[in-house]
Nanobody, 120 residues
Framework: QVQLVESGGGLVQAGGSLRLSCAAS????????MGWYRQAPGKQRELVAA???????DYADSVKGRFTISRDSTRNTVYLQMNSLKPEDTAVYLC??????????????WGQGTQVTVSA
């Protein structure tokens, strides 16, 4: 059984910062890509940032220069440092990871989501 558990969401004023964490646990052989998606009410889920096992990163244009994704492979954890937050960043942020578990082939796993609310 593999689980992704997120933490770090909350309410912040525009211009503020938050740091999200997502820890993977369970019978993990290895983790390939880890990333963050977000979904605002009435909108489609969108990729915010992703980081490969080799540390290559990708960002949505809307967050470039403001958000930084990183990972600690020893802890199976991915982080999202969010600076200069804007009201339009308000969404549920979901952690994603491509994981090879002992129980089967590599597949994607999702966290439960953490709410980020940015007030104007």
């Amino acid at each position: 059984q593999v689980q992704l558990v997120e933490s770090g969401g909350g309410l912040v004023q525009a211009g503020g910062s938050l740091r999200l964490s997502c820890a993977a646990s369970g019978s993990i052989v290895n983790i390939n890509t880890m990333g963050w998606y977000r979904q605002a009410p009435g909108k489609q889920r969108e990729l915010v940032a992703a980081i490969a096992s080799g540390a290559a990163v990708d960002y949505a244009d809307s967050v470039k220069g403001r958000f930084t994704i990183s990972r600690d492979s020893t802890r199976n954890t991915v982080y999202l440092q969010m600076n200069s937050l804007k009201p339009e960043d308000t969404a549920v942020y979901l952690c994603y990871a491509s994981i090879k578990a002992y129980s089967g082939p590599s597949r994607g796993y999702w966290g439960q989501g953490t709410q980020v609310t940015v007030s104007a």
